[in-house]
């Protein structure tokens, strides 16, 4: 049983369109992430959020917004999608926002916007 | 902020040759994590191997160790007895007390693992 999933693997897409990537755990965790990792293969933060907090990196364009219906999901959702939106997203979940816990990761979605 | 720095964007080695990957990190918390993730070609991000900063044991994993020198900022990992498996993109990640701000990366080490 896949523990992080995300759908879809793949998603190509004008520039100018709004786009979700769906992301699902089945680990009963409390805390999920979304990390990006662009073509340099460089990876960084953009959200962690709790059933208590959204902690938003300063970096991400508010063109961006997670969104979770109950805490098994946290959706990412992108209006307006630029070129160098392009690059492959990373869900993650946790058992809680403490760092003792293990991230596990989904395996990515690679978009493309064109 | 945090900052995590992997010098060796790659490195090559021979099968069942020992490698060792380094990282340093900058920081001025007392309490934070370490980890080292292997992104192979599939994409996935597997967890490698995690080391608790206020635990002087190096953790060890199978094959897989590291050498903590907290005094000196540095986390390297060793990887013993290599294999064609072993074959990714390697990074080191780290996470202050509390988490929330997530994983910080360094900007990986890719490596390859000649038969």
């Known amino acids: 049983d896949t523990a992080v999933s995300q759908t879809p693997k793949y998603l190509v897409t004008q520039m100018g369109n709004d786009k979700s990537i769906k992301c699902e755990q089945n680990?009963?965790?409390?805390?999920m992430y979304w990390y990006k990792q662009d073509s340099k293969k460089f990876l960084k933060i953009m959200f962690s959020?709790?059933?208590?907090?959204?902690?938003i990196n300063e970096t991400v364009p508010n063109r961006f917004s997670p969104k979770s219906p109950d805490k098994a999901h946290l959706n990412l959702h992108i209006n307006s999608l630029e070129l160098g939106d392009s690059a492959v997203y990373f869900c993650?979940?946790?058992?809680?926002?403490?760092?003792?816990?293990?991230?596990?990761f989904g395996p990515g979605t690679r978009l493309l916007v064109l | 902020a945090q900052t995590v720095t992997q010098s060796q964007p790659e490195m090559s080695v021979q099968e069942a040759e020992t490698v060792t990957l380094s990282c340093t990190y900058d920081?001025?918390?007392?309490?934070?994590?370490l980890f080292w993730y292997k992104q192979p070609p599939s994409r996935q991000m597997i967890l490698v191997i995690r080391?608790?900063?206020?635990?002087?044991q190096n953790a060890t994993e199978n094959r897989f160790s590291v050498n903590f020198q907290k005094a000196a900022k540095s986390f390297s990992l060793k990887i013993s007895d290599s294999q064609l498996g072993d074959t990714a993109m390697y990074f080191c990640?780290?996470?202050?007390?509390?988490?929330?701000?997530?994983?910080?990366f360094g900007k990986g080490t890719h490596l390859i693992i000649q038969p």
């Open positions: 993650a979940s946790s058992q809680d926002e403490s760092s003792q816990e293990t991230q596990y």
């Open positions: 680990l009963g965790h409390d805390t």
């Open positions: 959020y709790n059933n208590k907090e959204l902690i």
């Open positions: 920081t001025s918390e007392s309490n934070y994590y």
């Open positions: 080391q608790e900063a206020y635990k002087q």
């Open positions: 990640a780290f996470m202050p007390g509390g988490g929330a701000d997530g994983l910080t």
